[in-house]
């Protein structure tokens, strides 16, 4: 007889303790359910909100790219100068002729990249803007990255990371014309007067 009591206590503290854990799995109070339900509301609103506000900044760089080169650090003091804008201002190019290179017909430059959105890196880092340390063959219409560095905020500011190429296992990507890469090859390679990027 005790042991049919005990075996009911138990049994029924299970059954419990189940339903406990059933009801905090699948179900909610009113209460819970009220607040998780504005909470995903205002989650929805701000949304919409970023949304809209990102879409008026981009009509705003379409309708006038170089808007966004006006908010950067021209950061004269490194040499760097502005060299193009792409046509929906979604991005801005720099170059320096510090630790500028030639050996023969080849060419080791830096470049500035400046992005007014968020992008991110073969890691999935985050970045705003990031300098690439690139080499041109002029001869061949070449060129290769040696070493990419990010920054996570605008005008080479913020947290920071590299990636870093071996030359001796880095091969050569041909300059597509009429690309950004094609407007810096002529740069680099000494044919300025070439056309702007679009």
Request: charged share 25%.
């Amino acid at each position: 007889m005790r042991r049919t009591t005990i075996e009911r206590l138990v049994t029924a503290a299970l059954a419990a303790a189940g339903a406990m854990c059933h009801s905090m799995a699948v179900g909610q109070t009113p209460e819970q359910e009220k607040m998780w339900e504005a909470q995903r509301a205002q989650a929805q609103a701000d949304e919409k909100v970023r949304a809209e506000q990102l879409a008026r900044q981009r009509a705003v760089r379409r309708a006038d790219p170089m808007s966004f080169v006006r908010t950067l650090d021209p950061m004269s003091s490194g040499g760097w100068v502005f060299r193009a804008v792409g046509a929906d201002g979604s991005w801005a190019t720099f170059s320096t002729d510090h630790q500028l290179k030639r050996s023969g017909r080849v060419v080791t430059a830096w470049l500035r990249q400046e992005f007014p959105e968020p992008q991110r890196s073969a890691a999935g880092d985050v970045y705003l803007s990031n300098v690439e340390k690139v080499q041109y063959d002029c001869g061949k219409e070449l060129m290769r990255v040696l070493l990419i560095i990010y920054y996570s905020d605008n005008n080479l500011a913020g947290n920071q990371h590299s990636e870093e190429a071996d030359p001796k296992q880095t091969g050569w990507d041909p300059i597509v014309p009429g690309t950004q890469s094609e407007y810096m090859s002529r740069w680099i390679c000494g044919d300025s007067a070439g056309p702007r990027p679009r």
